[in-house]
């Protein structure tokens, strides 16, 4: 965490005491730490008590008798803005858009990861207005530190106890060397469909969606790799700025966008759906219907995969995808080998849930060694993650 900025936000909650543990925490672990604090919080904990732990002048107003303190700067200025102890009020507001103090303007100015640990009565916890803003939050991106379990200011015993400050102070320490774990890496992804032109107006595709692909390339991009997304047609347009998106239509565009930057890069892997045949003659023009039926000849697209595979070399990693119907292990276990990958990630058409156009996935990890991983029905967002651990576990 040395030279991590983190914004501390405090709020009215008993467990607001904690704070000072948590400040004393991050400050030896070598972050610089920022204390805001809501009127509500400073009735539990003095501000001078955590500005002379932070050695900084701890904010508790947007508007101070002889200060303005910029929302909007601080939000910028962070790595990571903690919020402990988050109280059932504090997270309506943050889950609502509310702005009426200083915790909640950062808030809404900050571009950097939150955390959120909430802290209250359990039944407060418990209430659906409480879980809403929770999932709402959540579904925004934020980071939640489970609640404990334990007994709680009123003397009920239940959920709803703030994560302890050693549990705070870790979380955030995986966080941050997780996003560097792919630091200097580049990486080539490539995904969705590919569109092999019959004519001016036709063609032939497949119902890939690109979602897996974007997911992945997002993943490795909020780990600090280089990411370069070769994307055939697709509505997707992701926006991380650690990924450049080369847009492509058909399988030879794909192969040559490929294959150019295949050798700068570190890790590359080829969720595309690529056609593998296309019509062996292109129409000039937009070809007028005659006679009963109509045969157009085909053929067969470069390989992506095999021709990356022949050109891989010594430290280079790759990872393919086998999507089957039958035979599913035995065919993706030929393909691992044949195109030399790393692993293949094998999604089975038969799992309700998985595959083209769905947003969720369940898949197989086969390694070279026959080692072979199941996982759950999981978001593509999720599944990402898990094809992500893996590469950077066998590297
Ligand atoms: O042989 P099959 O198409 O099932 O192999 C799937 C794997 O090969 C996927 O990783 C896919 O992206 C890749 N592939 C490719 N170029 C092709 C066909 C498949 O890169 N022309």
Redesign the pocket.
């Known amino acids: 965490m040395v030279g991590k900025k983190i914004i501390l936000a405090v709020t009215g909650s008993i467990a607001a005491y904690k704070a000072a543990h948590l400040v004393r925490l991050l400050v030896k672990n070598g972050a610089e730490v920022q204390v805001l604090m809501t009127p509500s919080a400073t009735e539990f904990i003095t501000p001078l008590t955590l500005s002379t732990l932070s050695k900084k002048p701890v904010f508790t107003q947007v508007i101070a008798e002889h200060e303005w303190n910029s929302h909007v700067e601080l939000g910028l200025w962070a790595d990571a803005l903690v919020v402990a102890p988050a109280t059932a009020n504090s997270l309506a507001k943050l889950a609502n858009g509310i702005c009426d103090n200083i915790v909640s303007a950062v808030y809404l100015s900050a571009r950097c990861p939150v955390f959120l640990a909430p802290a209250m009565d359990l039944d407060m916890w418990k209430h659906p207005s409480t879980q809403g803003n929770v999932q709402r939050l959540k579904s925004y991106g934020n980071h939640f530190l489970p609640v404990g379990y334990g007994e709680l200011a009123s003397g009920l015993v239940g959920e709803g106890r703030m994560a302890e400050p050693e549990e705070i102070a870790t979380f955030l320490a995986a966080f941050f060397q997780k996003k560097q774990a792919f630091l200097g890496k580049k990486v080539l992804i490539?995904a969705g469909p590919t569109y092999e032109a019959i004519d001016p107006v036709r063609f032939i595709g497949n119902r890939s969606s690109g979602k897996m692909g974007v997911a992945i390339a997002e993943q490795f991009a909020e780990r600090g790799a280089e990411v370069t997304l070769v994307l055939g047609p697709s509505k997707l347009n992701p926006q991380h700025p650690n990924v450049t998106t080369v847009k492509v239509e058909s399988?030879q565009q794909m192969y040559e966008a490929s294959v150019k930057h295949f050798e700068k890069m570190d890790i590359a892997v080829?969720?595309?759906?690529?056609?593998?045949y296309r019509p062996a003659n292109v129409a000039e023009q937009k070809i007028k219907k005659k006679g009963e039926g109509m045969t157009i000849e085909l053929e067969k697209?470069?390989?992506?995969?095999?021709s990356l595979g022949k050109m891989k070399r010594k430290g280079q990693f790759i990872v393919?995808?086998?999507?089957e119907t039958n035979n599913e292990l035995k065919n993706a276990s030929e393909?691992l080998m044949k195109?030399n990958f790393d692993f293949i990630v094998l999604n089975s058409l038969q799992d309700a849930g998985a595959g083209f156009n769905f947003d969720t996935n369940k898949i197989t990890i086969l390694h070279r060694d026959n080692k072979r991983k199941d996982f759950e029905l999981k978001t593509k967002a999720e599944v990402a993650v898990d094809i992500v651990d893996e590469v950077l576990a066998v590297l």
């Open positions: 490539t399988a080829l969720s595309a759906a690529v056609a593998d697209t470069p390989d992506i995969a095999a393919g995808f086998a999507l393909k195109k």
